[in-house]
């Protein structure tokens, strides 16, 4: 039990969190939240991001990236203590349950007379549980083509924030993909944190990623675009949405835990240095995301 736990990699859950947050934040802002989609919304989430890090376990070992000069911790598998048959099982149960889990909250949602919107869902959900094993699985694992920052982007900021929210209003808002794009950069983020950490075993493995494709010094400035760009996002919301009460800001005071782990990672020459960051840049955009969807909910 303790190697599946490890396995599930439990710090990476509350980021993934994040988005479901966000748009029950935003569903509160405009009068539709459900708690009632909100529960198995959230577990959705965390069973596709576990499905996620059972993938990458597989792929990577698989890959070859994890061997003895990996920076970060040696992995269930990679110890021997995870079969890939096993693994296999692993990843088979959990897509099953998430997919019985999407079908369940879209006809909550949508009702089950909603042909057309029960498929439009079932097709994303499925897209989604293949994004979360193609990470790294496979000869054209996404993650090995320098693809990871772009669709952890995608699927936990736009598909998390912009879809959970249509599913609460059964409709669309523009100003709802400010804060989708802020989250989904800052998870972009840690995924560079991660990459920058792991840029030399990648390099010599052959994994491309944005961060070997642009070396140490530039996949730093990259990074700073990225948060910078998060926070950007979120401040614009509530500007955009004419909020004019100043504590309906207060969010923003949390930045400055940004700058501070920002200012640390542009100094930084040992990429192995970068592991220390990923758990506060985690737990950043986590608060941030609780206390803007607070700000803008009550």
Aim: glycine letters at 10%.
């Amino acid at each position: 039990m303790k190697v599946w736990i490890e396995a599930m990699r439990l710090r990476t859950l509350p980021l993934t969190a994040a988005g479901v947050i966000v748009a029950s934040g935003l569903a509160a802002f405009y009068g539709v939240l459900s708690w009632g989609l909100f529960f198995p919304m959230l577990i959705m989430a965390l069973t596709l991001q576990v499905i996620a890090n059972f993938a990458d376990e597989y792929g990577d070992l698989e890959h070859g990236v994890d061997n003895d000069d990996r920076v970060g911790p040696h992995r269930g598998m990679q110890r021997g203590e995870i079969t890939k048959e096993q693994m296999k099982r692993a990843l088979i149960g959990t897509s099953i349950f998430v997919f019985l889990l999407i079908i369940g909250l879209v006809v909550g949602a949508f009702g089950i007379k909603a042909i057309g919107w029960i498929v439009l869902f079932l097709a994303l959900g499925a897209f989604c549980i293949w994004g979360a094993i193609r990470y790294t699985v496979g000869k054209h694992a996404y993650g090995y083509i320098g693809l990871g920052d772009f669709f952890s982007f995608f699927f936990f900021g736009i598909v998390a924030v912009v879809g959970g929210f249509f599913l609460y209003a059964k409709s669309m808002v523009a100003l709802v993909w400010l804060p989708a794009v802020g989250l989904g950069l800052l998870v972009a983020g840690m995924i560079n944190y991660n990459n920058m950490r792991d840029l030399e075993n990648d390099a010599a493995c052959g994994k491309r990623t944005v961060a070997t494709m642009l070396g140490h010094r530039n996949a730093k400035i990259y990074h700073l675009l990225l948060v910078g760009g998060g926070m950007a996002c979120f401040l614009a919301f509530p500007i955009a949405a004419g909020i004019t009460a100043w504590w309906r800001y207060a969010f923003v005071l949390l930045y400055i835990l940004y700058f501070k782990q920002l200012y640390t990672a542009i100094r930084i020459t040992n990429p192995a240095d970068f592991d220390a960051l990923m758990k506060p840049h985690s737990l950043t955009a986590v608060a941030i995301s609780l206390f803007f969807a607070l700000c803008i909910a009550l």
